[in-house]
């Protein structure tokens, strides 16, 4: 995954523009919160496939938007 794809699931998310963005945001957040101590540490293996890697500030939204997404659909 690349910034420009990252970002634009998280605008897609934002502006309820698909239903599948969402439970991918999810997903996102599920791995880190299983798998990662560090937000850097799970940046820098999402961003493995890019090659200018991923800039954190937008890994940390897109994670915040996987939570928001996680605990409203349980909620």
Known sequence: MNNKQLSNLCLAYE??????????????YLDYFNNYLTPQVFCEHLGNDSPDGLVLDLVEHALSLGREYNHRKRG
């Open 15 to 28: 502006r309820q523009e698909c239903t599948t963005s969402g439970p991918k945001l999810e997903e996102l």
